[in-house]
């Protein structure tokens, strides 16, 4: 299964009378149903741990390239308008600023890492509190309310996985309880953020900037007004696409599908 | 006026020191410069009216350590061409041809370790990378092993193994063109090159060559020779290559401390003081 395609419903696994296994591409399993599949007897996995850096990397570089206003710079670089520089163009600093992450799983730890490098303050909203090596190893601090986290971040970095619980877990509310200066970053999934709230929060100054990988749709309508904001960096959901750990997702699937079609313990399997 | 002016505050490379200018201001004493190069001054020439000169260097340090990694991440993911997809009226492309490069436990080749190549070492470190570095001269031990560099005496080692190549040089007459058609043939074909240094330091016509024949795989380039570029420049038709107009340390708290560092320096010398980080002709 590849970017949730086949649609995987009733139909299609009645259709299919001896399907053992469905190896979905990436981590994230939202698009499924699994008790679904469950009742049809079909094995499920997917291909959790081998994206984690390739996304944490990408969720370093939308934080880089809308604090430094990468994307708008390169337009100035190369329009055919530009006579001059402007000197009076200034973007943020990222070294120093304190970055929230909200949702600390392989992923979120991975971009704490790298963001202490960047001498950054890291805080961090989870299910459970990490333990204490873990923490110090990269100068995170727990906030068990995500609003201590939200008051204080100059970026909100959203690197949970999409459950019940936290779809529109970036709301209105959230949203409002953020710095005026500070950016959300979104590599998790689109619908973890009210999208129309969102749109109303960049347009009014709520917050300053947005950088997501991920929307909902994807792609978003051509119309929507999230692609004609200028404080606004999307990419086409592209959290693991480099060249090496695709090919690495499709040799853990190919594992998967062997040890499934033969009654072995399957790498990876999702219950 | 022109007798009252005893220091400068140079505004990127605004306005422009020359004899005529040196002249007018016989009560001049000192210089600051805003920001860490000083290639566009003569500093023979200040220094024979008797004016002292500083530069801002430990202001720009972290934010232009941050303009590199900011490219070498938007480069290997190619983010700025993936913005374009995203936002662009005829979305029709195929996920699965949409790829870039790995940027975690890539090789990282630091041309000119000095405060901002280290610091970008440091922050490179946080992904793993593999750390060789050229410099004139090799740093202690302890500053290696802090970020597990390896240096390279020779910079055609570090060419043939980085897969990204940051140039973080200050232009002098030896670095000029210090990149050029030898060097960029040296690199792998996968490689990136990032230059966050001056234009000048990269033969840019070579450089376009080796783009366009696949020589290397793709530039990102926050200084180019001039700035801006004519518009009607191969470098800004390339789909490989990123350009930002010179962004280095263009951040709020990186101008406040540059302003802050300048001060400090025009008020030492003005008091006849030691300056923090006065620039002498070499």
């Given at each position: 299964?590849?970017?949730?395609?086949?649609?995987?419903?009733?139909?299609?696994?009645?259709?299919?009378?001896n399907?053992k296994i469905?190896?979905?591409?990436?981590?994230?399993?939202?698009?499924l149903?699994?008790?679904l599949?469950s009742?049809?007897?079909?094995?499920?996995?997917?291909?959790?741990?081998?994206?984690?850096?390739d996304?944490?990397?990408?969720?370093?570089?939308?934080?880089?390239?809308?604090?430094r206003?990468?994307?708008?710079?390169?337009?100035?670089?190369?329009s055919?308008d530009?006579?001059?520089f402007?000197?009076?163009?200034?973007g943020?600093?990222v070294?120093?600023a304190?970055?929230g992450i909200?949702?600390?799983?392989?992923?979120?730890?991975?971009?704490?890492?790298?963001?202490?490098?960047?001498e950054?303050?890291?805080l961090?909203?989870?299910r459970?509190?990490?333990n204490k090596?873990?923490e110090?190893?990269?100068?995170?601090?727990?906030?068990?309310?995500?609003?201590?986290?939200?008051?204080?971040?100059?970026f909100?970095?959203?690197?949970?996985?999409?459950?019940?619980?936290?779809?529109?877990?970036?709301g209105?509310?959230e949203?409002?309880l953020?710095k005026?200066?500070?950016t959300?970053?979104n590599?998790s999934?689109?619908?973890v953020?009210?999208?129309d709230?969102?749109?109303?929060a960049l347009?009014?100054?709520?917050?300053k900037?947005?950088?997501?990988?991920?929307t909902?749709p994807?792609?978003?309508?051509?119309?929507?007004?999230?692609?004609?904001?200028?404080n606004?960096i999307?990419t086409p959901?592209?959290?693991?696409?480099t060249?090496?750990?695709?090919?690495?997702?499709?040799?853990?699937?190919?594992?998967?599908?062997?040890?499934?079609?033969?009654?072995?313990?399957i790498?990876?399997e999702?219950? | 006026?022109?007798?009252?002016?005893?220091?400068?505050?140079l505004?990127?490379?605004?306005?422009v020191?020359?004899?005529?200018l040196l002249?007018?201001?016989?009560?001049?004493k000192?210089i600051?410069?805003?920001?860490?190069g000083?290639?566009?001054?003569d500093?023979?020439?200040?220094?024979?009216?008797?004016?002292?000169m500083a530069?801002?260097?430990?202001?720009?340090?972290s934010?232009?350590?941050?303009?590199?990694m900011?490219l070498?991440?938007?480069s290997?993911?190619?983010?700025v061409?993936?913005?374009h997809?995203?936002i662009?009226?005829?979305?029709e492309y195929?996920?699965?041809?949409?790829?870039g490069?790995?940027?975690?436990?890539?090789?990282?080749?630091?041309?000119?370790m000095?405060?901002i190549?280290?610091?970008?070492a440091?922050?490179a470190?946080?992904?793993?990378?593999?750390?060789?570095?050229?410099?004139?001269?090799?740093?202690k031990?302890?500053?290696?092993?802090a970020?597990?560099?390896?240096y390279?005496?020779?910079i055609?080692?570090?060419?043939q193994?980085?897969?990204?190549?940051?140039?973080?040089?200050?232009l002098t007459?030896q670095?000029?063109?210090l990149?050029?058609?030898r060097?960029?043939?040296l690199m792998k074909?996968?490689?990136?090159?990032?230059n966050?240094?001056r234009?000048?330091?990269?033969?840019?016509?070579?450089l376009?060559?080796?783009?366009?024949?696949?020589?290397i795989?793709?530039?990102?380039?926050?200084?180019?020779?001039?700035?801006?570029?004519?518009?009607?420049?191969a470098l800004?038709?390339?789909k490989n290559?990123?350009i930002t107009?010179?962004?280095?340390s263009k951040?709020?708290?990186?101008t406040?401390?540059?302003?802050?560092?300048?001060?400090?320096n025009?008020?030492?010398?003005?008091?006849?003081?030691?300056?923090?980080?006065?620039?002498?002709?070499?």
């Open positions: 299964m590849w970017y949730h395609k086949p649609l995987i419903n009733e139909e299609l696994l009645q259709s299919l009378p399907l469905v190896a979905s591409s990436g981590v994230g399993i939202d698009h149903d699994l008790n599949l009742s049809y007897g079909v094995k499920v996995s997917n291909t959790p741990f081998v994206v984690s850096t996304t944490a990397d990408l969720g370093m570089a939308l934080m880089l390239a809308s604090s206003r990468l994307v708008e710079g390169y337009q100035i670089a190369v055919p530009t006579k001059y402007p000197a009076d163009w200034l943020t600093e070294s120093g304190t970055l909200v949702g600390m799983g392989t992923i979120g730890y991975k971009v704490a890492e790298r963001a202490k490098a960047f950054m303050k890291i961090y909203h989870n459970n509190q990490r090596e873990e110090s190893a990269v100068g995170a601090i727990y906030c068990k309310k995500i609003d201590d986290l939200l008051q204080q971040s100059d909100v970095l959203l690197s949970v996985n999409l459950t019940p619980q936290t779809q529109k877990l970036m209105k509310r949203l409002e953020m005026p200066t500070a959300l970053i590599i999934r689109g619908l953020v009210d999208q709230a969102l749109v109303e347009q009014n100054k709520v917050i900037a947005a950088a997501l990988d991920v909902y994807e792609p978003l309508p051509r119309d929507h007004p999230l692609l004609k904001l200028k606004v999307i959901h592209i959290g693991s696409a060249k090496k750990t695709r090919r690495l997702m499709m040799e853990n699937m190919i594992e998967s599908i062997q040890m499934g079609l033969k009654g072995l313990p790498p990876n999702v219950l | 006026v022109s007798k009252k002016i005893q220091a400068i505050y505004w990127w490379h605004k306005p020191i020359d004899q005529e002249q007018s201001l016989p009560n001049l000192v600051a410069n805003s920001g860490a000083m290639d566009h001054l500093l023979e020439l200040v220094a024979s009216f008797g004016v002292k530069n801002a260097p430990h202001a720009v340090s934010s232009t350590a941050d303009t590199g900011a070498l991440l938007a290997a993911r190619r983010l061409e993936g913005y997809i995203a662009s009226s005829d979305m195929c996920e699965a041809d949409f790829l490069v790995e940027v975690t436990g890539a090789t990282l080749g630091i041309i000119g000095g405060s190549g280290y610091k970008i440091l922050r470190k946080a992904f793993a990378m593999n750390i060789l570095y050229h410099n004139r001269t090799q740093r031990e302890q500053e290696e092993q970020v597990s560099a390896t390279c005496k020779k055609d080692n570090l060419l193994q980085a897969d990204f190549v940051m140039v973080v040089v200050s007459p670095t000029h063109k990149i050029g058609k060097e960029l043939e074909p996968t490689a990136t090159l990032i966050i240094s234009g000048a330091v990269v033969d840019q016509e070579a376009v060559t080796a783009l366009q024949t696949g020589v795989r793709a530039a990102a380039l926050d200084v180019t020779y001039p700035e801006p570029l004519p518009r009607d420049h800004l038709k390339l290559v990123i107009p010179h962004l280095g951040t709020d708290k990186a406040y401390m540059i302003t802050e560092e300048a001060v400090e025009i008020l030492a010398a003005l008091k006849g003081l030691p300056m923090p980080s006065e620039v002498l002709p070499s």
